[in-house]
């Protein structure tokens, strides 16, 4: 039998501890039972590893991770997370304790001035959000960043998610259509109060569990959806419209749906920054 050695041990046996966590709130939210065993065999096979997620990590990316046994790209990059990062993105999507600014800040050249403007002006939540601004222009734009501080920012992501080279796309993103129906699936489901509830920690002093959150599945697309509890939410008073969705596997990415304020959409659900597609979508709709 190979024996690992004690911080070896410790760095699985941490990520195992979250992945199982992921599977028991998944389970208590009603998700999809296959989806809930895939983290639970995920971290059974993390915790036997006879050498450190971490190793292979550096070694060999994502890739390497998502060719262990019982592991695959979802759970690779929940595994990515939590070593690179110290803590599962997903683990507090679930728990209602995300802070995207507290996480855009912790990339080195982004302090929480610039992170609080990357949320609040470009919608920004995740590393890769992050990422996909800091290769198509918007970050230089909107932070006036140099040529030198944005290469820093740039290398720093490729370290912490795993990567060899920035992707094109891993995959077509989902339809606006199917969005739409998850956002609408979302929404019925708080009116009629079937919705488990959570209990955010940011904006929620009382501890209420006042936010619905839905676990549910296009295919073999996985997408998880509640209201937007972030700051700017809470002050415009949208914290009953717009809508996160987020896709895990093969739907991997964030989407926000909101009811458009004017325009030819006015009164209609949009994702945000896929307009003209929306548009699209609604002219067939009518056609």
Request: charged share 30%.
């Amino acid at each position: 039998m190979i024996r690992r050695p004690d911080a070896s041990a410790a760095l699985n046996d941490l990520v195992a501890i979250k992945l199982d966590e992921v599977a028991a709130l998944l389970h208590d939210q009603g998700a999809n039972p296959f989806r809930v065993r895939a983290y639970r065999r995920g971290a059974d096979a993390v915790r036997h590893l006879p050498r450190p997620v971490s190793e292979i990590l550096d070694a060999e990316g994502i890739d390497g991770l998502e060719r262990l046994p019982d592991i695959g790209l979802t759970l690779a990059r929940a595994i990515r997370d939590i070593v690179r990062l110290g803590y599962s993105p997903m683990l507090s999507r679930l728990r209602g304790d995300m802070d995207p600014e507290h996480l855009l800040a912790s990339v080195p050249g982004i302090g929480r001035r610039i992170a609080a403007r990357l949320h609040e002006e470009l919608g920004l939540e995740t590393l890769e959000d992050l990422e996909a601004a800091a290769y198509d222009g918007r970050l230089e734009r909107l932070a006036g960043f140099g040529a030198k501080r944005l290469a820093g920012v740039r290398a720093v992501l490729a370290q912490r998610l795993g990567r060899v080279q920035v992707p094109a796309s891993e995959g077509a993103a989902p339809s606006v259509a199917e969005l739409l129906d998850v956002d609408r699936e979302y929404r019925d489901g708080v009116s009629a109060d079937v919705l488990p509830r959570i209990a955010p920690k940011r904006f929620n002093p009382e501890g209420r569990r006042w936010l619905p959150i839905l676990h549910t599945t296009r295919g073999e697309r996985h997408y998880t959806a509640l209201f937007s509890n972030t700051e700017r939410a809470h002050r415009l008073g949208t914290t009953s419209d717009w809508v996160v969705i987020y896709g895990d596997g093969a739907a991997d990415g964030r989407w926000t749906v909101v009811t458009a304020q004017g325009g030819p959409l006015r009164g209609h659900r949009i994702v945000r920054g896929r307009e003209d597609e929306c548009t699209r979508h609604y002219a067939r709709a009518r056609a």
